[in-house]
């Protein structure tokens, strides 16, 4: 067990959650936007999915990773959009529309990815690292925290602008409305619809970037279905936070650890089957879950579409 | 999405409420392997004669069709009590590998027919067992069971995958699978074909949901249940029991599917096994309205698609994910078709 | 139509005619908006049929009439949430559209709706900047100091900083008020601002309305109480069915004393000839009574000797964030009795009901039917015994929209014979048995098998009480049996279980309209935070005595 706490096993566990957990935090954060403004995301997978398959399309191309992130984000936008002219505009059930997203996504990205890439399987070049002056210094923690492609700092400046945005603007106090009585949003002369398409776009754009990162950086290429459930730890993560960026951080690094151990043990030279420990964070959720539903609070509007006029 | 039974609206305007959604969305998937570059009249024909011309095509769509149905009348079960349960797959699988993984053991023990009934009746409950968590945590505190039963149903596919890779596995052969079952211990066929006798249980099933949610009073419970919940409360309907039955009963007739497909297909699971029917049963069920007799056509359509669409990889050049994207435009199409008739409807009233 | 009714139409009819009409000039005023023909229809009805009025500067015009008399229209439409489908709307002289909330606004206009549309997690501060453009940085300081401004202004004292969900219903209003008057609006819409509020919240309300009035601005109180009516109103219409039946000027209603201008409006609306020396209070509740329908109150007729049917003894529930809890609920219930229970709405009726019926769980105390404590039972054991309820929420609560008239009467009953045989549905016995109820009980509908969400809402409550005022009934509980219905329905109801009291059923009937239970009930309780204020037996002064103990006074 000495071979747990080692440098090796710690770096590699650390720098692994950053990695998974990454993309779980920007898919959290953007459907914690929607949630906020009553919008239930569950096509939120296809969004990633999209993203990915988008983004990595883009810096195959290019050669640029940014340009793939502009285009996972650009993805997964593509996504939300439909959610936007059918469940926000036209008032169609979330949820059946959400499940269609998602299993289109993945058929649609499998179906691509069949015509263009299956005999080659390509790979991409490692993403570059922007090493933080000073920072990366730190023993284990500079290597595990502060060496890692700039999108991972962006994404921590993020946490703070949004806990920022929720509170201090009027676009915060509109979601907030929109989720909560969006009659009142409506009465201060506010368009309810175009707050929460808003909000749909915005969570359509950060999935599709976590969906670029998950396969750019985090894979170096694209496989089908690779999202496998990140969307719906995203869509917990936001329930289970309450309106906090900062608690979707916080889980976003947790299942980010769980899902990191394998190689992280392997490095460490203990060997637990995959599939195991696959497992790993599907049950810390559950876990989670269990002991904290009576907390899960969601906005009282979520899922309802507004009608003006309508009580 | 609607599901009581309107008055005036004609057997005609029924028929093209369903039509129109899988027409278009027909129409559009063939649009998409146009612009991909392949001819969608090719695969669909392919797919039609693969599938429902040749008779050993057609044997392998009607057997396709057990598994299908069986899923279809849990999800029935479920959606009608207003529960969505989306952990199909979960309690598909795991209930496949401990049938998979007993009926071996139980075959040298006892004779065939009893060993089929315990396994089958094994995949019953440990696909109810599975929806335990979800169900509880919908009854007792509301949790949205959305996100539960899809985290069951990725915690589940994984645990399947460690049961055959760790403890259930073969020794005698190289891809990790649980033992087989010899072909005579399978269930048996029916007459002179390949379909097994599974076919006829899966029929069975899905006619009794449909009586069962019509004419009893348990199955008026559940859609009082599923349709406003204040008022099941207010009726004096034990809300919190019937949300846990309504999901054992959903769960277990989905693990039962998975039984029936080891014991009469396959005889074993292979690692990383995953036909993932869950999902893409839940547009066939609302395009039946939850009628089971509806249901049984809708099934034998899509599962000709599925049987032709997964040679259709070789054949025609189309992999057979592609059904995932017709599924997505049928529920697509129908959610559309569904509020264009309402607002229409609308409109008419005023 | 009785005849009250017939006198009173042409009484308004003869009024109108003798005085000025709505659309000649007046020196030295001007119309801050404008109403001319104005019609709205919606799928079966026309909600306002060819409407004109005036709303002048410094002037309280109130829109009086029943449930269903097209007032919340009217403010929709002066508040952008309709459009007229004929007819325009004029604003300080000039056609206006009003297309949407922040339109209204523009135009000067605020609005106060009968439901609070505050957003309950945020502070008032919070709600009030609601609106502001998203790309400015939020402007706390300016709108702190409007929100003094205003508060000064309305004579109000509430903390900017505290979380709407914690204010009362009347403080809520007073926030929502000064919405309406943010940007200096010119015309103020109140939608039936006193539903809510306590006596002591009425006052408050009707001093800010004065100093409001004093400042110029034009207000338009919309209600159906005839008595805020003419205490708050400089000019009254009275809206009837979609239509303007009467207008009583300003002019008129100065130029008499108190007395006189109460006996002259109850003349002139109604022509009851006043007694000379009769008190105004005394003499106009009874000539209310009568004007609007109402038969005299009850004979009382019940047998106190025997024991009581129900009894309640120290009642107490959990809180819930939505409605008060009760603490220390005490009271009996006799056979062919009815016990009107008063108060304002949301001082734990709803807990009340639901604790009777068997829907929620007492935390503390205990219920006796007959003699045996029935406290442990929930619904299907407390209905076995016969008791019943109608909930006020129809639609939400009491029936499933989507299923058919059939269904929706046999709802309670799921799985019970005759209808239910071993599990097994009768549906031929159970659509016989709802035809021949629908037939019995005058229901409109197309058939019994029609959705009931299809009914109008006097159908509905036609279905609820048909339900649970069977045969089997025992004790009966109903909540705010009245609500929502026109003059028609709401005389049905109150028949209705005018009868099941002459049968011997007990019952309790909830209502926040003082009127009908002054007509019906035999005592009348009044809940006041979550206790029996105290219970009044019904007579002379009745009235007066509940209205003490609404406000938390006792009762003397």
Known sequence: MNALFTEPFLVSLLFGAVTAGLPLLLAGLGEQISEKAGVLNIGLEGMMLFGAYTGFLATYSTGSFWLGFLAGGAGGMAVALIVLLLCIRRGLNQIVIGIALTVGAEGLTSLLHFVQFSRTYPRLPAAPVLALPILSQIPILGKGFFSHHPLVYVSWILVAALTWMFRSTYLGLSLEAAGNKPAALDAAGVDVVRTRSLAVLATGFLAGVGGAYMANVGAGLFVPFMTGGAGVIGIVLAMLARGRPLWVLIGASLFGVSVAMTTALQVAGINVPTDVVQMLPFAVVMLVLVLFARNSMLPPALGLPYVRGER | MTTESEIGAGPQATMLRVLIPVALALLVGGLILLALGKNPLDYYGYVMQRSLLRWGGFQETLTRMAPLLLIAAGLIVAFRAGIWNLGGDGQFLLAAVTSAALAPVLIGLIPRGLTLVVCMIVGIGVGALWSLIPAMLKARYGVNEIITTLMMSFLGTSLANVLIKLVLRDPDTTVPQTRSLPVDGRLPRLFDTTIHCGLVLAILAVILVHLMMTRTAFGLKLQVLGANRAAAIHAGLRVERLTIVAFALSAGLIGLAGAVEVLGVWGTVRADWNPAFGLLVVPLVFLARFNGYAVIGFTLFFSALMVGGESAARRVGVPQHYVLVLVALLLLFLALVEYLDQSRRKRIAA | ?556
Do not use: C
């Open chain 3, 1 to 556: 139509m009785s005849a009250a009714q017939r006198k009173l139409t042409r009484m308004i009819k003869d009024a109108t005619q003798a005085g000025q009409s709505a659309d000649s000039p007046r020196s030295g005023q001007f119309a801050v908006a404008a109403l001319r023909h104005v019609t709205k229809r919606f799928p079966g009805i026309v909600a306002l049929d060819h409407v004109s009025l005036e709303f002048h500067a410094g002037e309280i015009h109130v829109l009086l009439g029943e449930n269903g008399a097209g007032k919340s229209t009217l403010v929709s439409l002066l508040a952008g949430m309709q459009q007229p489908d004929e007819g325009e709307i004029l604003i300080g002289g000039a056609p206006a559209v009003i297309d949407s909330p922040r339109r209204s606004m523009d135009l000067g206009i605020g609005a106060v709706f009968q439901h609070i549309l505050l957003v309950p997690s945020l502070t008032v501060i919070e709600n009030l900047m609601l609106g502001g453009s998203w790309l400015r940085p939020l402007g706390r300081a300016a709108t702190l100091r409007r929100f003094e401004e205003l508060s000064s202004l309305l004579g109000t004292r509430i903390d900017p900083d505290a979380r709407v969900s914690g204010l009362s219903l009347g403080e809520q209003q007073q926030v929502e008020i000064m919405r309406a008057l943010w940007r200096d609006e010119k015309l103020l819409l109140l939608d039936e601002p006193t539903s809510m509020l306590t006596p002591q919240g009425v006052a408050d309300l009707g001093r800010m309305m004065r100093r409001l009035k004093d400042k110029g601005v034009a207000l338009i109180l919309i209600t159906h109480k005839l008595l805020e009516a003419y205490e708050f109103g400089d000019r009254i219409s009275v809206l009837r069915l979609g239509t303007l039946a009467g207008d009583i000027d300003p002019q008129r209603l100065q130029t008499m004393s108190e007395a006189q201008r109460t006996e002259s409006v109850i003349r002139m609306m109604f022509g009851a000839a006043p007694g000379v020396d009769a008190t105004p209070e005394q003499g106009h509740e009874e000539e209310l009574a009568i004007l609007l329908g109402r038969k005299l109150p009850r004979a009382n007729t019940v047998d106190r000797n025997k024991p009581a049917t129900l009894a309640a003894r120290a009642l107490a529930t959990a809180p819930d964030f939505a409605e008060t809890p009760l603490h220390e609920v005490s009271f009996e219930l006799w056979a062919g009795e009815v016990l009107g229970i008063a108060g304002v709405d949301g001082n734990g009726q709803k807990h009340l009901a639901e604790v009777l019926a068997g829907q929620r769980s007492l935390r503390q105390g205990r219920i006796d039917l007959a003699g045996s404590d029935i406290t442990q039972g929930r619904v299907p054991e407390r209905r076995q015994r016969g008791v019943r309820y109608v909930t006020d929420d129809r639609l939400g609560e009491g029936t499933v929209g989507t299923f058919s008239v059939a269904t929706n009467l046999v709802l309670k009953e799921i799985g019970a014979p005759p209808y239910w045989r071993r599990g097994i549905t009768d549906w031929e016995l159970i659509h016989r048995s709802a035809r021949e109820t629908i037939l019995r009980n005058d229901i409109r509908t197309p058939s019994e098998r029609t959705p009931v969400g299809k009914l109008s809402g006097g159908n509905i409550q036609k279905v609820l009480l048909a339900r649970e005022l069977d045969a089997e009934a025992n004790v009966a509980i109903l909540n705010k049996p009245t609500y929502g219905l026109d003059l028609h329905n709401q005389r049905l109801a109150l028949d209705r279980i005018v009868a099941a009291a002459a049968r011997g059923v007990a019952l309790i009937v909830i209502s926040t309209d003082l009127d009908e239970l002054l007509e019906i009930s035999d005592r009348i309780g009044v809940m006041f935070q979550g206790r029996l204020a105290g219970i009044v037996d019904n007579g002379d002064g009745a009235g007066n005595k509940v209205r003490r103990l609404m406000t938390g006074a006792a009762a003397t």
